[in-house]
């Protein structure tokens, strides 16, 4: 999509490859927030007040408030339409986002086969997804995968707040009923997320993560110029 594609080669793959996909990201991002924020100023602004009944005697009346067909004497729409919804529209893009993270790192281990000649495939390995990709960069490409940094332990709490949205839609207790200490733990030390029984992704939770990926691969893109120097 972009449109200038230098060669791609190992040495490449951040400066010239992931620093532009990068980009889409962020502004992906962006875009989400601002449908997100659009949403709820819709809910504020055309939100409906009805007087459903009157009562003379007591000088008082029952008024329902309504929008986009729920009302709130059955829902809590407050939370729903200020909370809920927009959470749900980043949850979304969360997938989407570490979807893109896990496809550069699995590019960037194929990169290395077809140039070094590895006799060893990413398919070879054991294993799947992020930990696979970093476990091959490890061992058969012979980078520091930095696994000791703030930015990979970040990425490791990520992960569960994703596995919790895909396996569990997003529920704080498994399927035993037993709360994920973990993740709570995450969830308490963000000031971007919140939740008793599931989780909630607010503003600023996706810049963090799309910070926390491009700071990762820029480790990876300095310790692929440093073996490349050796």
């Known amino acids: 999509m972009a449109l200038y594609s230098p060669k791609r080669v190992v040495l490449n793959w951040f400066k010239y490859d992931v620093s532009f996909s990068m980009e889409l990201i962020k502004s992906f991002v962006e875009g989400v927030e ?13 939100k409906e007040t009805y007087v459903v009944e009157e009562y003379s005697e007591e000088k008082c009346a029952r008024v329902v408030d309504v929008h986009q067909g729920l009302d709130n004497e ?6 729903i339409f200020m909370e809920y919804f927009p959470s749900l529209q980043r949850r979304s893009a969360l997938l989407t986002v570490y979807g893109y993270f896990e496809h550069e790192l699995d590019k960037l281990c194929l990169l290395y086969q077809s ?17 696979r990709s970093i476990n091959y960069l490890e061992k058969v490409a012979g980078i520091d995968a930095s696994k000791k940094s703030k930015e ?3 990425i490791k709490r990520i992960q569960k707040i994703r596995n919790v949205i895909v396996h569990q839609d997003g529920k704080l207790n498994d399927h035993q009923g037993n709360p994920r200490k973990e993740v709570i733990d995450y969830i308490n030390h963000m000031d971007s997320l919140s ?3 599931e989780v ?4 600023g939770f996706l810049n963090h993560v799309v910070s926390t990926f491009n700071d990762y691969f820029r480790l990876l ?8 120097q050796t």
Do not use: C, M, P
């Open 34 to 46: 601002k449908q997100a924020e659009e949403s709820t100023n819709r809910y504020k602004e055309q």
């Open 74 to 79: 059955t829902w809590d729409i407050e939370s």
């Open 115 to 131: 140039e070094k000649l590895f006799r060893l495939n990413l398919s070879d390995l054991n294993g799947k997804g992020v930990e």
């Open 152 to 154: 990979w332990n970040h």
């Open 195 to 197: 939740g008793n029984t």
């Open 200 to 203: 909630i992704l607010h503003k």
């Open 221 to 228: 893109g300095n310790a692929i110029e440093k073996s490349e």
